[in-house]
């Protein structure tokens, strides 16, 4: 036997082995597929059910696994596929930005749409990546108005970093026509400056303040630091309201305005979403404590917030582990 032979061998029974127990499969490979069908889908909860129907098709496949690929490239491969069967028919899931409207003005009536399929954000415990800036929330936000196979592409080159021919092989296509879509999906994402370099590791000591100065103001509803701390080009949208705004002062009459809390009304919690930071909003009741209002994600650029996503899914204050309530005389903790 050759050595290029015993070295094919041995891989085969680490790979035989690995798929033997498909608990440690699982647990291997969950928060990362997890990210992947994310970015398909757009849907936390859809996500998980793919990351579900992907294990299960690999248990019942298992035994026709042959080796030709590492089993993390096979279980992608199974996943892409199940999330694309999962996305025909459905609309893309947008946020309200991205349903070609207008901007509004602080004074305009609210509107909710409960029947769209709102883009959700996801939380960083829940998932595995390798570079921030394929989890961030404006390049999931682009990811949807790609058609799917499109989506499927781009992610599984630029994300993934597989070969064309790879990719072709796993969608059952030319690699001709897998560059081909790259382009395509390359040419919506024309602007968003989403590069690695664009995505800080880590908060500055500045941006560190900026965010507890950022939750004292939401405490004191203090309008005038929170429009200080936007962009005069941020932007601030609410799924299921369908209006999106624009400038700071903008923002700031919608909050004062529109946002119910008063004075020590809206504590704040911090978590992570997107890799970005974020904050689970409480509102007071008649009866002094706090109950979950909307989850804030935040997009900064420099010691400044460009964007505001606050999402009034139910569910969400759980899905991130934040508490069902806070008691009454409760004071905000720094960041």
């Known amino acids: 036997m050759t050595m290029v032979q015993e070295r094919a061998m041995t891989s085969t029974e680490q790979t035989t082995s690995e798929l033997d127990d498909f608990q440690t499969l699982t647990d291997r490979y969950q928060r990362e597929l997890l990210a992947h069908c994310y970015r398909m889908s757009g849907s936390v909860h859809e996500a998980e059910d793919l990351v579900q129907e992907t294990f299960l098709r690999a248990w019942k496949a298992s035994a026709d696994f042959q080796g030709r690929s590492s089993v993390r490239t096979w279980l992608y491969r199974i996943a892409t596929n ?7 028919g459905k609309p893309r899931r947008p946020l309200p930005t991205g349903l070609g409207t207008a901007d509004q003005m602080a004074g305009d009536a609210l509107e909710q749409n409960h029947e769209i399929a709102w883009l959700e954000p996801v939380p960083d415990a829940a998932v ?53 879509a ?8 024309d602007g968003l400056d989403l590069t690695e370099e664009s995505v800080e590791e880590r908060l500055t000591q500045g941006q560190q303040e900026l965010l507890e100065k950022y939750v004292d103001a939401f405490w004191r509803k203090d309008i005038d630091t929170i429009v200080s701390m936007l962009t005069a080009e941020a932007v601030w949208e609410m799924p299921p309201f369908t209006g999106w705004y624009k400038g700071n002062t903008n923002i700031g009459d919608l909050i004062a305005t529109q946002c119910p809390g008063g004075e020590y009304d809206m504590p704040m919690v911090p978590t992570t979403a997107n890799g970005q930071p974020a904050f689970g909003l409480y509102m007071r009741t008649s009866n002094g404590d706090f109950v979950p209002f909307h989850l804030q994600v935040l997009t900064l650029d420099g010691d400044k917030v460009t964007h505001v996503g606050a999402f009034f899914a139910d569910g969400i204050f759980e899905r991130f582990g934040l508490p069902a309530r806070l008691p009454a005389g409760w004071q905000p903790e720094p960041v």
């Open 82 to 88: 199940v999330c694309l069967t999962n996305l025909e």
């Open 182 to 189: 790259l382009q395509r999906a390359h040419a919506q994402f």
């Open 128 to 180: 595995l990546v390798e570079e921030r800036d394929s989890i961030r929330l404006a390049f999931v936000a682009a990811l949807q108005h790609l058609p799917a196979r499109q989506r499927a592409v781009l992610i599984l080159r630029d994300v993934l970093r597989w070969s064309a021919a790879e990719v072709a092989e796993a969608l059952d296509t030319t690699s001709a026509a897998v560059n081909s």
